[in-house]
């Protein structure tokens, strides 16, 4: 069977394909245009059911079963379509044959299966047409002068006078392309004004004027409207129809534009519309444009005002020309102000204030630990973050809390997030702490069996006459020297979310004027930023706001991070812990508490066994430190009934 029998075939199925896809209601309604590039507000398409074509009276396009395919499907290339009719409808029956069509669209079996539309040249057409309209008295010329059209003018853009054979017969034609024109009835009765050249695409009237440099360009409806701007001696293209204005926002080559266009589409209800939408479109994209709502007075068009009072006319179009290049002055100011802007964030330029911050840049604070502070080069630095993790009940929080305390006492101030223990508690081991640093401190006078655990300092403060005068001395020392090194530390234990602790961070600079030290026990505890988060979202949120403070305000912030379970009897590593993937990347130091018996490569460790010891041996594992050496092992002693950690 022949590509032409084929071809035809599918046709038959138009009418089909329109109902099964809602495209069309019935044959004998109107209907919206098929091509989604038309934004056809009000139905101006027709279905001809002899002919088995859609008609757009809008966009002046002709379409068949084969353009519809391609729309539905996003199919371009005839081929594509075609093999997706045979898909939908069939293979064509061996005894079918095709009647030849006669029909007044442009026929698609001509076309070549990889194009779009096909592109008869008209340059002869317009040549006659024009030397049709260049005799004298010729009927076409009378009417553009009447419309305030010089021949100049009228050769400028080749328009010509045609007698067709179809109503209505007296036409002015106004080519678009090489391929493409728009005819205009000058009978003064007819009720068809305009035609374009069936079965091909709209084109931009003039585009060629969006690439001259010299003048700003109007946008307008109408052909004849851009020419009466051209008329007066500015810039003007048109798109044939308001319902086009993606001629002009679909346009990758906007920004090359050297004036901001000057929108000025017809002054009446649908003008108004489609100028708001193109607006929407070229604000989306960033296109600078002007409008000027004044442009034609009290006449709905360009042709109109150049009819009616082209002096005034012209001087409005000055105007709008006048804001356009006052547009584009500011704007070339502003490229000029952000451009130095952006020069002035390169690093060239950071140099006098990168001396100035490492001159002023503030030492890193003690732990307490110095073994600690040697491998963290000094202690804690500004600006970072650090994550401790470890099993639960190792002592982190105990290794945490001293870490606190030792920096307070030393005049540095640190707020305290808790979420585990109240403050009363917390303070209670830090008496029963400064108890057993008070034994040993003085080792001929007292014995560290002479400390006493938080329970007993608690006990002691409800019924002191089961304590010794020795306890009692002991007692009430560890307790003024533990309140009086706290002048310094705030425990906050009301926290309710990552805010609170930002908003005390903010008041404690504020009204002390001193860059704190922030402290966060735990994180896995605390309060989600945003209902419904999952875990790992919830922590993501939490580890990069406290990065987040920790830079802005330049100070140090130490969170502890509990482990996964899978990873207890194991040694540890950045997996341990529970959603590791924001600590790794978002911490600048991650250090692990482990038992130190873990190590043991006779396979002796057993953690019941070594969290039943009084002293506990434990290691301090550096796991990540961005600017230093990771790897790094620390040994301490825990005595778990006085909450103390010894460096060995």
């Known amino acids: 069977m022949s590509d032409s029998n084929k071809i035809q075939y599918y046709k038959q199925f138009t009418e089909d394909f329109l109902k099964e896809n809602n495209l ?63 898909e ?30 096909v592109t008869v040249d008209q340059t002869v057409f317009f040549e006659n047409c024009n030397r049709t309209l260049n005799k004298i008295n010729d009927e076409g010329m009378l009417y553009l002068k009447s419309r305030g059209i010089s021949l100049d003018t009228a050769n400028q853009f080749k328009l010509g006078h045609y007698w067709s054979d179809q109503y209505p017969p007296n036409r002015l034609v106004i080519p678009t392309s090489k391929y493409t024109y728009n005819t205009r009835s000058i009978d003064a009765g007819s009720d068809i004004k305009y035609c374009r050249s069936a079965g091909m695409p709209v084109v931009l009237f003039n585009k060629e004027a969006l690439n001259q440099k010299r003048y700003p360009v109007f946008i307008v409806e109408g052909e004849l409207d851009a020419i009466s701007i051209e008329q007066l001696g500015f810039k003007a293209v048109a798109l044939g129809s308001a319902s086009n204005i993606g001629l002009i926002s679909t346009r990758e080559d906007l920004d090359k534009l050297e004036y901001p266009m000057i929108i000025a589409l017809d002054h009446d209800e649908t003008g108004s ?88 840049q503030l030492e890193p604070i003690s732990t307490g630990y110095s073994k600690l502070d040697e491998v963290l080069n000094g202690g804690l630095q500004p600006g970072r973050v650090y994550t401790i993790g470890a099993i639960s009940s190792l002592g982190k929080t105990t290794f945490f809390n001293q870490m606190a305390e030792s920096i307070s006492s030393n005049g540095t101030s640190v707020l305290y997030y808790t979420l585990e223990m109240s403050e009363t508690e917390l303070n209670s081991k830090g008496v029963s702490r400064n108890t057993f640093k008070v034994c040993m401190a003085n080792p001929g006078i007292l ?45 906050h234990d009301d926290v309710s979310s990552l ?35 999952t875990d790992k979202a919830n922590m993501d949120g939490i580890i990069l706001g406290l990065k987040d403070m920790a830079r802005k305000y330049n100070i140090p912030i130490v969170v502890i991070s509990s482990f996964n379970r899978q990873n207890y009897g ?59 050496k990771s790897g790094a092992r620390i040994h301490y002693a825990f005595y778990t009934r006085y909450s103390f950690f010894y460096e060995k």
């Open 570 to 628: 194991q040694q540890a590593n950045m997996t341990a812990f529970k959603e590791s993937g924001s600590i790794e990347y978002s911490s600048d130091v991650v250090i692990a508490l482990e038992f130190s018996a873990i190590n043991d490569n006779e396979g002796n460790y057993n953690e019941v066994d070594e969290r039943a010891k009084d002293i506990r041996n434990v290691d301090v594992v550096i796991l990540k430190n961005r600017n230093g």
């Open 499 to 533: 805010s609170d602790i930002r908003k005390g961070v903010v008041t404690h600079i504020r009204v002390t004027e001193e860059l704190p030290v922030v402290f966060v026990d735990y994180l896995q505890i605390m309060p989600p930023n945003e209902k419904g988060l």
């Open 447 to 491: 014995s560290t069996s002479d400390a006493k655990t938080s329970n007993e300092v608690d006990k002691f403060w409800r019924n002191r006459s089961d304590f010794s005068e020795n306890d009692k001395k002991i007692i009430k020392y560890a307790t003024d020297d533990y309140f009086e090194n706290g002048a310094h530390l705030y425990i």
């Open 273 to 360: 519309k489609r100028s708001n939408d193109l607006r929407d479109k070229l604000d989306k994209k960033s296109i600078q444009y002007v409008v000027s709502d004044s442009l034609y007075g009290n006449f709905k068009d360009a042709n109109e005002c150049l009819v009616n009072e082209p002096d005034e006319f012209k001087k409005r179009l000055e105007s709008a020309v006048m804001l356009s290049l006052q547009m584009k002055s500011a704007v070339s100011e502003k490229k000029a102000e952000e451009l130095e802007w952006y020069k002035s964030q390169s690093v060239k330029s950071h140099k006098d204030a990168y001396i100035q911050d490492r001159m002023l």
């Open 24 to 86: 069309m209601e019935s044959p004998k309604k109107n209907m919206h245009c098929i091509d989604p590039a038309h934004e056809d507000v009000h139905p101006s398409a027709h279905f001809y059911e002899d002919k088995n074509i859609v008609k757009c009276f809008g966009c002046g396009k002709t379409f068949d079963i084969y353009d519809a395919l391609g729309f539905q499907y996003g199919l371009k290339s005839f081929k594509d379509q075609l093999a997706k009719a045979e």
């Open 88 to 117: 939908l409808y069939g293979p064509v029956p061996d005894s079918y044959d095709a009647t030849p069509q006669t029909s007044i669209s442009i026929d698609k079996q001509l076309q070549p299966v990889d194009s779009d539309y």
